[in-house]
């Protein structure tokens, strides 16, 4: 963690120094006419993308939400590893994997053979596989993550904060305005002016105010999908019980009583029930059975038999649907339209599915995750506002992937037990789908087709297990300044920077020469050189890319001093040399990066890796013109 690079100062390293000219912020304090972004809802789509933003002061930054404060309890849990490799840019993944349950297993029960009306658990899967992530999954309640966005944006340059007690009552959009063409209409949600409304102008709306989206409806959006007729119960209790596997995440299906999900939960004591209940006709819904908490333990207890649990507090409780849909657009701009678009949907706001896959609250944040850097890009005049069309086209193709495999899966969950499956002559379909299901549900399946964004396979070879368009797979090296093991990919932070990892060649050790010096030299003076061309006057030479390196050899054989001068820049108000930018193979045993994510180790390799972390192209170490070229297709 680097945080005097403009000078000594004192107190937590997590508050960045405040930004001058910054908004007052009060109860008594007016909203402000115009901004650059408003963002709607805060949830976790909405803080993530508020957090990404706060970062940068020159970008004014609103989020409303019509609730008068964060949440306390309940809603979502389930953090996979993909967002934890995203909570890492942040710089609180440290702190979550410190509170929280870690999913190590998952525990599989079903109808003893011998006594159908009694369960038995009839095998294990281990949650994350071996080198999949870097990162645990995790359980969390969803305030206390809100919480820790909220702690990211507090501390910002911008000290930004949520306008709590406002949500949106409508928009409109002029297409012949050239600044702030969205005028939004917001209603005073929970104050002393309950009712009453202001107008804001802004470059762009993000709505991520939730499945019945004001914002979603005000550009023509509509969800479409279909509802699975069964009433579901979920439960965050503290409770005693002689079930052996309650502090495993447990999928538990009886003969005739229906289904359980265990999920343990942060704190030792509490843990999460989602507990089916009853088929529902086409047209009812889960509210009008007004089920209750009691209705709930009585069936799970139905279900778990012989156990039993005793509840002695029941932390939160809701009764839901099970349901899946997706609207048909992510943005305001309606098919065969040919323009920029001015307002966003993230979240549950343009999709929504069952909670059992542990999928929600992970592609949320990882929809604004995407969308924010781009944002970034156009606001600062460092891309064209065409950028954020890739928005919609790259988040939809997941959103789909989504609902279909949740689809299948909340059929799978609910389905009866078959002969074969209980007298053990045939492995349960829930195992092998959950197995199949690892990547997707950890969050790594996500592929982006090629595009301005994703360049062509062409040298995939070099660098196999870094695939093209999928998120950067970290792998442990040494820090060459300071001997320090660590991740590779624990450099990015979520500044909206774009990565060059170059990796060296068996024989490069980077002196005069070499492929790794002659990249740093072209990249630092070459008139062609994206960095040359997309770093403005005054800036610091990593301020749009940031360059790093990878060699063979243990940090004992290398030379810091034959390191090339971009690999040791001069950056910050005081000029101080960088010393984190160089990297050796782990000499400890932990793994050889280049061995693990299959880098040629003859000819080494350049990989470019986006600000959301999706590698953006494999490149030989000479390739310049390709380099060029891919960067002059995005970057102004």
């Known amino acids: 963690m680097q945080f005097y690079r403009d000078g000594f100062r004192g107190g937590s390293p997590d508050i960045k120094q405040a930004a001058p000219n910054r908004r007052n912020r009060g109860t008594n304090e007016p909203l402000p006419e115009k901004v650059d972004v408003l963002i709607a809802g805060t949830g976790p789509a909405g803080l993530c993308l508020a957090a990404q933003l706060s970062q940068f002061p020159e970008i004014e930054t609103m989020i409303i939400e019509r609730m008068p404060c964060n949440i306390i309890k309940g809603k979502a849990d389930g953090i996979n590893t993909r967002t934890m490799e995203m909570f890492q840019a942040f710089g609180f993944a440290d702190k979550v994997k410190r509170e929280t349950y870690w999913v190590n297993q998952t525990a599989f029960w079903m109808p003893d053979p011998a006594n159908p009306a009694h369960i038995k658990r009839v095998g294990r899967v281990q949650d994350v596989a071996d080198d999949s992530s870097e990162m645990p999954h995790i359980l969390i309640n969803q305030a206390r993550l809100h919480e820790l966005f909220l702690e990211v944006m507090k501390n910002s340059p911008s000290r930004l904060e949520p306008d709590y007690g406002w949500e949106v009552a409508g928009l409109t959009i002029d297409p012949n305005a050239t600044e702030y063409p969205v005028t939004v209409t917001l209603k005073d949600s929970i104050g002393v002016n309950w009712g009453a409304t202001r107008t804001v102008r802004a470059n762009y ?54 289904n359980v999900l265990i999920l343990p939960r942060e704190g030792g004591y509490l843990f999460r029930m989602y507990v089916e209940l009853d088929k529902l006709r086409p047209d009812e819904r889960a509210a009008s059975r007004k089920f209750t908490q009691d209705d709930m333990i009585a069936a799970a207890n139905r279900i778990i038999k012989p156990y039993s649990i005793d509840v002695k507090e029941v932390v939160w409780w809701s009764i839901y649907d099970i349901g899946h849909s997706i609207t048909d657009r992510f943005d305001d701009v309606p098919e065969g339209e040919d323009r920029n678009p001015r307002v966003f949907t993230a979240g549950d706001a343009c999709h929504t599915h ?83 299901n690892l990547e997707f549900t950890g969050g790594t399946a996500v592929k982006y087709d090629q595009s301005l964004l994703v360049g062509p396979a062409t040298h995939q070879a070099l660098a196999k297990g870094e695939e093209i368009g999928r998120r950067f797979h970290s792998a442990p090296v040494v820090r060459l300044a300071d001997a320090m093991q660590m991740q590779l990919g624990h450099v990015a932070e979520a500044d ?138 995005i970057l102004r």
């Open 205 to 258: 709306v993000v709505g991520c105010d939730g499945a019945h989206s004001n914002v979603r409806k005000a550009i023509g959006g509509t969800l479409h999908g279909d509802a699975a007729h069964q009433a579901w119960g979920v439960m965050d209790i503290l409770a005693n019980t002689d079930f052996p596997d309650v502090r495993q995440k447990c999928l538990i299906s009886s003969a005739s009583e229906g």
């Open 354 to 436: 069952s909670p059992k896959a542990g999928q929600g609250m992970n592609v949320s944040m990882q929809d604004t995750f995407n969308l924010g850097w781009k944002l970034v890009h156009v606001l600062q005049g460092r891309a064209d506002a065409s950028l954020l069309r890739s928005y919609s086209k790259e988040r939809l193709t997941e959103a789909k992937r989504l609902v279909e495999t949740d689809h299948s899966w909340s059929r799978i969950m609910s389905a009866p037990t078959t002969q074969a499956e209980r007298d053990g002559t045939e492995e349960p379909r829930i195992i092998r789908q959950f197995k199949a």
């Open 496 to 633: 909206a920077r774009w990565r060059l990892y170059a990796f060296a060649g068996k024989a490069d050790s980077s002196n005069p020469g070499s492929a790794i010096h002659k990249l740093a030299d072209w990249l630092e003076t070459n008139p062609n050189s994206p960095v040359v061309k997309h770093t403005r006057p005054g800036e610091d030479i990593d301020a749009v890319i940031d360059f790093r390196a990878v060699f063979q050899q243990t940090f004992d054989q290398l030379a810091f001093e034959n390191m090339p001068s971009l690999l040791k820049p001069k950056t910050g108000k005081l000029g101080l040399i960088d010393f984190e930018k160089v990297f050796c193979v782990d000499h400890k045993g932990v793994g050889d990066i280049f061995d693990m994510r299959g880098i040629n180790r003859d000819t080494g390799c350049l990989v470019v890796v986006r600000p959301d972390q999706y590698v953006a192209h494999v490149l030989p170490l000479d390739g310049y013109e390709e380099l060029a070229a891919f960067f002059a297709g």
